[in-house]
């Protein structure tokens, strides 16, 4: 009888998709906590509904297929499904407000990094990651309970 030696199989390593799906969870949980008041409670960027931050979204000005904005924080805040989503944005008021929040260059200062090619490592992405996740509070259940 021949015995079978089975092959120490290597440990997966994660793929830059695999990381960047990672990251986007961490990010948005940190774009929505950021601003919340002690009870947990964040105004939406573009219309102002408070909610939990957990009811809200991470949304984002310029899409997040663009990669060198993905994660830019001038790009991204805390808005309500209502605006995100059924609103696709609600983009003129977002710019209006980006303007209010950081001055009349921001606009162009996006187009500009929007403009940049931007491909991340699996170690840079791995990076943002725990740079994030050091800025949550992993003791705020994702329900408010």
Not at 55 to 75: A, M
Request: with cysteine; glycine share 6%.
């Amino acid at each position: 009888m021949k015995s079978k030696i089975k092959a120490k199989k290597k440990p997966k390593t994660a793929t830059v998709s695999q990381q960047i799906k990672r990251l986007d969870a961490v990010y948005s949980r940190y774009i929505r906590q950021k601003d919340a008041d002690f009870s947990g409670q964040v105004s939406c960027f573009t219309c102002g509904s408070r909610k939990h931050w957990s009811e809200q979204q991470c949304g984002h000005y310029v899409s997040r297929s663009v990669r060198s904005l993905r994660f830019y924080d001038k790009n991204t805040q805390v808005q309500c499904v209502g605006c995100n989503i059924f609103k696709h944005g609600a983009l003129d008021e977002y710019a209006l407000a980006l303007q209010n929040k950081y001055g009349e260059g921001v606009l162009k200062e996006l187009n500009k990094i929007k403009n940049q090619s931007k491909k991340y490592t699996v170690s840079e992405l791995e990076g943002l990651i725990v740079f994030y996740s050091m800025r949550t509070d992993p003791s705020k259940s994702d329900y408010g309970l």
